[in-house]
C-alpha cells in the first residue's frame, strides 16, 4: 500500500522531507503541499508531482492526504496536529510539538479521546544508529544504573534572528528528548549556567549556556550549548553508570594521518549529521501506518514532557534560578 501524505510548511526541512519521502522512503507518496509562501509550496510541490492546496485545514481534509506530517513554524504546530486528530488522520510533527505547554495538554486530551495514537513527534535523534545503540547498552545494564550524562550540542552559528530562549527551546530540546529515553526517567528541575561569552555571537544572544537537569531517580545531566562554536556540527554525549560509561560515537569517518597529524573531518551541519537518522525515522513511521501497528515513535506525551522542560528552562535562564519541573500524571493511554 502506498500513502499519500499531505505535508503543511515548504521550508528547508519540509524540502528534504518531501525529497525523502520521494527518492528515499517506500510505501508513501507526497499527494499535497501547503505553505502560507504558495511559489515555495510549488517548488516543494514539484520534487514530488504533488498539488499545491491553500491552506492546512483543506490539506489535511483533502482525500488524497492519508497522513500528515507537519514541518511548519512551532507556534502554529498545536493548532495543526488538532485539526489533524479532529480529522482522524495520523500525523507526523516535527519538533517542537508545541511551543506552549498548555497546548500539548490539549493534544494529550484530544488524542485519548480519538482512542488511539495518531501523533508521532520528530526526535530523530532516536533514530540515530549510535543513540539506539547506547540505549541498547543501558537497557541491558551495561553501565549500571545511570547516575549522570556530560553533553554537548554545538553548531558552528545561527543566524541573527535564533534568540536565547532557542537554545533550549529549539537545540537543546533535543537532549531533553533524548536523555528521557535513554535513561526512561522524567525530569524534575532544571537550572541554566550563562559561561562568559562567545564574542563570535549577535550582541542579543547569551551562547554558551549550560544546562544543568535532574531526574525523578536523581541522575544529573549537563547540556553545554553552544551554537556559534565555529568549527563544526559537534554532537556529544556520555552517559556515566554505576559500572561504566557508555558514550555516542562520532559519526564513521576515515581519519587521516599525515603532516604530523592525525584526525578526521567534524561534519558541518545537522542536516547531513542526522540525515541517516531522518531516513530510518519517516520509513519506521511509513511501515507502521501501512502495517496498521500502533506507533512505536516518540509520542505526543513525549512532545509534552519536552515543551515542559524547555518553558522551565527558558523561565531558568531568565532568572538565574533552579526551576521545578511539573509534569501532569501520565495518563495510562501514553504508558
Ligand atoms: C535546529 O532546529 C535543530 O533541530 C538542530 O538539530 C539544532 O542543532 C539546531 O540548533 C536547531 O536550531
Not at 504533488?50 to 493548532?79: F, M, N, Y
Not at 531526574?215 to 551554537?227: L, P
Request: proline content about 5%.
Amino acid at each position: 500500500m502506498t500513502i499519500g501524505i499531505g505535508l503543511i510548511g515548504a521550508g528547508w526541512i519540509g524540502e528534504e522531507h518531501v525529497s525523502r519521502l520521494t527518492n528515499v522512503i517506500t510505501g508513501a507518496r507526497v499527494t499535497a503541499v501547503s505553505d502560507i509562501d504558495l511559489d515555495r509550496a510549488a517548488k516543494v510541490a514539484a520534487i514530488a508531482g504533488a498539488r499545491v492546496i491553500d491552506s492546512p485545514e483543506k490539506l489535511i481534509d483533502d482525500a488524497e492526504v492519508d497522513a500528515v506530517v507537519i514541518t511548519s513554524w512551532g507556534p502554529v504546530h498545536a493548532e495543526q496536529v488538532l485539526a489533524c486528530i479532529a480529522a482522524g488522520k495520523p500525523v507526523f510533527c516535527e519538533k517542537p510539538l508545541t511551543t506552549d505547554a498548555a497546548d500539548g495538554l490539549r493534544i494529550l486530551e484530544a488524542e485519548q479521546a480519538h482512542g488511539s495514537r495518531l501523533v508521532q513527534v520528530g526526535f530523530m535523534r532516536r533514530y540515530d544508529a549510535g543513540y539506539r545503540q547506547m540505549k541498547q547498552i543501558i537497557d541491558a545494564g551495561g553501565v549500571g544504573a545511570p547516575l549522570m550524562a556530560h553533553c554537548a550540542h554545538r553548531n558552528p552559528s545561527v543566524p541573527e534572528s535564533y534568540h536565547s530562549g532557542m537554545a533550549t527551546l529549539d537545540t537543546a530540546v533535543h537532549e531533553v528528548d533524548a536523555l528521557r529515553w535513554l535513561l526512561d526517567d522524567e525530569f524534575v528541575s532544571v537550572q541554566v549556567v550563562k559561561p562568559r561569552s562567545t564574542s563570535k555571537r549577535f550582541e542579543h544572544l547569551t551562547d554558551p549556556q549550560i544546562v544543568l537537569l535532574e531526574t525523578a531517580a536523581g541522575a544529573r545531566i549537563d547540556v553545554e550549548v553552544f551554537v556559534n562554536c565555529q568549527y563544526g556540527y559537534d554532537i556529544q554525549c556520555e552517559v556515566v553508570g554505576e559500572t561504566g560509561t557508555v558514550r555516542l560515537p562520532d559519526p564513521a569517518t576515515p581519519v587521516v594521518r599525515g603532516a604530523a597529524q592525525a584526525g578526521f573531518a567534524v561534519v558541518q551541519d545537522f542536516p547531513s549529521r542526522f540525515a541517516a537518522a531522518f531516513d530510518v525515522e519517516l520509513q519506521e513511521w511509513t511501515d507502521s501506518l501501512n502495517s496498521d501497528r500502533a506507533l512505536a515513535g516518540p509520542s505526543a506525551w513525549d512532545g509534552y514532557a519536552a515543551t515542559v522542560v524547555t518553558n522551565a528552562a527558558v523561565r531558568a535562564l531568565e532568572s538565574g534560578q533552579i526551576v521545578p519541573i511539573e509534569l501532569t500524571e501520565r495518563p495510562a493511554f501514553y504508558a
